[in-house]
């Protein structure tokens, strides 16, 4: 690369910085100014507008070509892929709410919890329901009110409760087969999602079990807990998704099933009316809007960003960067991946998003150093995932905050498992082996 492309390949990068300092700056003045949810009042999809007018300025080239590769990056197989699969994992988390199955799951995990485990019970239970659903804000949204009257009623720490509860959706949004985290990790580095699983759980599962043990020894109360009347029809739909997910099943067929089983359950054993399904359909497809629209922008960006060197430029300095590391195999390498999407999402608060952003350069390194796919998607996502757990202005902290009366940073400070699922994590890159060398798999 010469002196002219290296000074283009900096300067494609400039309105991705632009992107991160709108998004970012804009929240962290409104925090200072006391604004409820301030990294959120400047959604993403609008944030990112004016860095592509930069990207299109920058682009050396008629407007009219400009626009083509902004339509090309946003046009991506794997973006739109992406894209569909969002729109479909939300339909499924609206029926299946609208339906009774999210009440069914969380009521009966709550009846099988001992009043002396309330703190892991309700690890566990977020756990599960985020792992079914797919989604930490969704397993917050549903389980903070029943969290919250928990605390209350047996006088725990409502900030230690606050931490279980993210600590939950955090392990089960990192592992589900319909997360947008799982689905962008695969997706981007040609991964199957139950290799990805499977790589990932060998990693979060002690995690998981430590972070067990120390919330049962945090808790102390011994009383009794009210559990609402359900039906345990209503945990088929997400049982049957989980066991067709593991098994292989293509994820539009398992979503597609998923919706028509939890609407089926709900009618037959509920009082759900058939006749609401394409509202909430058309609801769960609505819920997923930003983030749609945010990964098609940030693939446009990023197209700018990889037809201009910049790509291949931090990758280059990544790749120097780790190979200065003296680490046998590509143990280098894999940390390089680790702190790319971390800090990709410190800077954005957007777990999805600083995967999408990660993506090529971690694919570049993992294809150039004998990581598999299964291994550079399982990092991606544990790492972004570490992020997003740990980030007092992520939208799992604030909500968090504001339904437990707290500060943001209150409850991060109790997200035990993703301070375990660092170390863990580390400790696994620390003694892997070399691996075979990666084949990059057909979208």
């Given amino acids: 690369m010469n002196a002219a492309s290296r000074q283009q390949a900096k300067l494609s990068l400039l309105p991705l910085l632009l992107f991160v300092f709108l998004f970012l700056g804009t929240g962290l003045y409104l925090q200072s100014q006391g604004v409820a949810y301030a ?4 959604p993403g999809p609008v944030a990112i507008i004016p860095a592509l007018v930069l990207a299109v300025w920058l682009n050396r080239a008629p407007i009219a070509q400009g626009i083509d590769v902004l339509v090309k990056g946003a046009g991506n197989n794997n973006i ?20 009774g199955g999210v009440d069914a799951v969380v009521n009966a995990g709550l009846s099988l919890v001992p009043a002396t485990l309330l703190l892991p019970g309700l690890f ?7 792992t079914a659903m797919g989604t930490s804000m969704g397993t917050i949204g549903a389980l903070a009110p029943i969290a919250l009257g928990l605390s209350q009623q047996a006088g725990l720490e409502p900030a230690l409760v606050a931490g279980a509860l993210l600590s939950g959706a955090m392990f089960g949004d990192n592992l589900s087969i319909i997360s947008d985290t799982t689905i962008a990790a ?13 790589e990932n759980f060998k990693i979060a599962m002690p995690a998981a079990l430590i972070t067990l043990l120390l919330f049962a020894g945090l808790t102390s109360s011994e009383s009794a807990v009210t559990v609402k009347e359900f039906n345990w029809t209503g945990v088929l739909p997400y049982a049957a998704i989980l066991v067709l997910a593991i098994a292989g099943v293509n994820v539009f067929v398992v979503l597609l099933l998923g919706i028509v089983l939890a609407a089926l359950q709900g009618a037959f054993f509920a009082d759900y009316q058939l006749a609401n399904l394409g509202k909430d359909i058309f609801k769960g497809f609505a819920n997923m809007q930003e983030i749609f629209l945010l990964s ?56 999805t998003v600083a995967i999408v952003i ?10 150039h150093n004998n990581i598999s796919p299964k291994r550079s998607a399982s ?27 707290l500060s943001p940073w209150e409850v991060v400070t109790q997200s035990y498992y993703c301070l375990i699922l660092a170390a863990t994590a580390l400790i696994a890159i620390a003694f892997s082996k070399h691996q075979a060398k990666a084949v990059t798999a057909t979208s």
């Fill in 39 to 42: 990294f959120y009042q400047l």
């Fill in 80 to 99: 739109i892929t992406m894209c569909i699969i969002y729109l479909l994992a939300g339909a499924f988390a609206a029926v299946a709410q609208a339906s």
């Fill in 124 to 130: 566990v239970i977020s756990a599960i329901v985020a």
């Fill in 186 to 198: 695969t997706r981007t580095q040609g991964a199957e999602m139950k290799d990805k699983f499977r």
């Fill in 296 to 351: 098609m922008f940030v693939g446009a960006l990023g197209e700018f960003v990889k037809q201009q060197g910049g790509l291949s430029w931090i990758a280059g300095h990544i790749a120097y960067l780790a190979g200065k590391l003296a680490l046998a195999g590509n143990k280098a390498q894999q940390l390089a991946i680790a702190a790319l999407v971390f800090i990709s999402n410190l800077c954005i608060a957007n777990n």
């Fill in 358 to 367: 990660a993506a090529d350069v971690s694919k570049d390194l993992a294809e």
């Fill in 379 to 405: 990092l991606l996502d544990i790492f972004s995932c570490i992020s997003q757990g740990l980030v007092p202005y992520g939208a799992q902290a604030l909500l968090l905050g504001a339904s437990f009366s």
